[in-house]
């Protein structure tokens, strides 16, 4: 059960694209199509942005996106604002009713 | 309003034990698999356990299997975990969450309740 690998940081400026990987096994991300991804502001709890790989729940902007090409997912923030500056997880179901998080990124909005 | 709140955090001694508890509303509980998952201060977040909605399944990351027990009382709209033979390592924010109905998310949390493991 080891962490799923992210960027520790990503940045960019208002109006522009950032992506951010998250990288896994055969056993967890290249194995299910059930990556989820959530956004955390400082103290509080964290939100979904995405399901089932690339599903946003009711009421989350289509600016949010997701991806997976093998043991690698992605989450896309278009037209960045300064209100998704957060940390971002994401997390991806693994064998035997287990799940496992990714190790987090930090997004700076510049 | 649906929502989650989380009880029974505090300070205990290595070696000890805690319960804790969270109770559900909003949606009707006993449908819904059931997970705690954990924030060290600082540090990012871990999945610790999940329970089916009939209680009959469970399942536990390998940090704290054996140790850590989750059981739920549908009659009362309440998820718990037991939590014996506390470590330093466990302190953490542990929070309650609804599984998104058959989609393996996790689409409600509490606002979490802290465990401090400490002499």
């Known amino acids: 059960q080891s962490a799923l690998t992210q960027p520790a940081s990503v940045s960019g400026s208002p109006g522009q694209s950032v992506t951010i990987s998250c990288t896994g096994t055969s056993s967890d991300v290249g194995n299910y199509n059930l990556v989820s991804w959530y956004q955390q502001h400082p103290g509080k709890a964290p939100k979904l942005m995405i399901f089932e790989g690339t599903q946003r729940p009711a009421g989350i902007s289509n600016r949010f996106s997701g991806s997976k090409s093998g043991s690698t997912a992605s989450l896309t923030i278009s037209g960045l604002q300064a209100e998704d500056e957060a940390d971002y997880y994401c997390?991806?179901?693994?064998?035997?009713?287990?799940?496992?998080f990714g190790t987090g990124t930090k997004v700076t909005v510049l | 309003e649906v929502q989650l709140l989380e009880s029974g955090g505090g300070l205990v001694q290595p070696g000890g034990s805690l319960r804790l508890s969270c109770a559900a509303s909003?949606?009707?509980?006993?449908?819904?698999?059931m997970s705690w998952v954990r924030q060290a201060p600082g540090k990012g977040l871990e999945w610790v356990s999940s329970i089916g909605g009939t209680g009959g399944a469970a399942y536990y990351a390998d940090s704290v299997k054996g140790r850590f027990i989750i059981s739920r009382d549908n009659s009362k709209n309440s998820l718990y975990l037991q939590m014996d033979t506390l470590r330093a390592d466990d302190t953490a924010l542990y929070y309650c969450?609804?599984?998104?109905?058959?989609?393996?998310?996790?689409?409600?949390w509490g606002q979490g309740a802290m465990v401090t493991v400490s002499s």
């Open positions: 969450a609804k599984d998104k109905y058959r989609s393996d998310a996790f689409d409600l």
């Open positions: 909003g949606f009707t509980f006993k449908n819904y698999v």
């Open positions: 997390c991806s179901y693994a064998v035997s009713g287990t799940y496992v």
